[in-house]
């Protein structure tokens, strides 16, 4: 009996998805609940499972290919067994693509003649098929294997970046000869990215404004109690949960930083959903802690962890991305020392947090060694004055400098 596998139903802020990735090809034997392939949103990446043991009969749309919710993608024959060899469907798309590597990478040499062509194009490594086009480029351009490549993508997939990385690992960069380049669309999640960028930067009065945080007493209270709050929770206490309930107790004494634009509008929230930006390999994703103000610091980091570990294994869902009254960026992750984040709108602010380093300053009269962090605050001045920006910046300086101020809500 056949099975028909469908586009899930997607939600109506979404409407198209991108077939990212076939995980089965014509004639592969499939288990029930086992990802068949990838569906890339513009917001996530989602998978769909087999409904049944089988095999994999067709498949209706190739990678790339742009469907809609509900629409048929492959049809599975349920209790089938597997083909001992390739089917023909499966030689003819070895075939295919073997010949679309070749196209690429003759498209990226240079003018040779002939005999001086036939001895300079590159061979594909035998397994660079099985790679995205990407990758499979780089891997046939620089002439690497990729099963002598730790891939970092998902489930261990080689990428890109794998590739350059172990080429420049290896032989310090390829000297010489041509000087290849590819042209990569945009996944539908950088496309998305850029859109909404333009789209803030566009549509808002942006301004950012500056502070300057003293962490020493927090760092001096993760010092001294981290290790039995992470015996008692279960997790590590680190300085996003500090931050986090820093500006949700500011966000409710400051309520027009907790607002958005309507049209002609001002909704003021009375709660503190705070979105907290996480990097992917394909893109900055900004899943939402909701209700922020109830959170115990324990509830905010596993939150924290359980989000990262999502976006990291591509399984965030549409609802953990939709919503947030308020975001919180950390380039200090990546060693930033300033930056201006861009409003992700309908939010009307951001927080940006940097790199944590150690600086001369007064202090009681007297110059000290303090662990320094500079904090922005990019704001929609349509709504948002210089003063309120300020006050918040202001507030949220004081709970970190004095962590105790937190506990009682102040």
């Known amino acids: ?102 196209a690429t990478t003759a498209e990226a040499q240079p003018v040779q003649p002939k005999a001086a062509a036939a001895q300079a194009a590159p061979k594909a490594p035998a397994s660079a098929d099985q790679l ?31 590739l350059l990385n172990y080429a420049a690992g290896k032989t310090g960069g390829v000297a010489g000869g041509a000087r290849p380049e590819e042209r990569v669309p945009m996944t539908r999640m950088r496309a998305r990215i850029a859109e909404r960028l333009m789209q803030s930067k566009n549509s808002i009065a942006m301004l950012t404004s500056f502070n300057e945080v003293n962490l020493g007493k927090v760092m001096a209270m993760r010092k001294e109690l981290g290790e039995q709050f992470e015996k008692a929770n279960g997790i590590k206490l680190g300085f996003m949960s500090f931050f986090a309930k820093a500006a949700a107790n500011a966000l409710q004494k400051h309520p027009i930083v907790n607002a958005s634009v309507d049209g002609n509008d001002i909704i003021y929230h009375g709660y503190a959903d705070i979105s907290i930006a996480v990097a992917t390999d394909k893109g900055l994703v900004t899943p ?60 009307s602010a951001i927080l940006g947090m940097h790199a944590i380093k150690e600086r001369p300053i007064a202090e009681n009269g007297q110059v000290v060694i303090a662990p320094m962090m500079y904090i922005a605050l990019s704001y929609d001045h349509r709504i948002i004055d ?25």
């Open 288 to 347: 939402v802690l909701r209700n922020v103000e109830r959170m115990s610091f324990a509830d905010v980091e596993k939150g924290i962890a359980e989000y990262a570990k999502k976006a990291r294994e591509g399984k965030l869902a549409l609802e953990d991305l939709q919503g947030g009254t308020f975001t919180i960026t950390n380039g200090g992750t990546f060693g930033s020392l300033m930056s201006t984040p861009i409003v992700n709108p309908p939010q």
């Open 1 to 102: 009996m056949s099975t028909e596998i469908k586009v899930p139903v997607l939600p109506e802020s979404v409407s198209d998805a991108t077939i990212a990735t076939w995980h089965k090809k014509v004639g592969d034997a499939v288990k029930r609940d086992e990802n068949l392939v990838d569906l890339e949103t513009d917001k996530v990446v989602l998978e769909v499972p087999s409904p049944v043991d089988g095999v994999l009969k067709e498949i209706k749309f190739q990678e790339g290919a742009t469907v809609t919710s509900q629409q048929l993608i492959a049809v599975v024959e349920e209790g089938a067994a597997a083909a001992a060899s390739p089917s023909t469907s499966e030689a003819k798309a070895a075939e295919i693509d073997a010949k679309n590597v070749a």
């Open 386 to 410: 210089g003063k309120d920006a300020v006050l918040f910046l202001v507030d949220i300086k004081n709970q970190l400098e004095n962590p105790h101020r937190m506990l009682l809500g102040m």
């Open 132 to 162: 995205p086009p990407g990758a499979r480029f780089t891997a046939v351009t620089q002439g690497i294997d990729p099963g002598q490549v730790e891939g970092t993508g998902r489930r261990g997939a080689v990428t890109k970046e794998d």
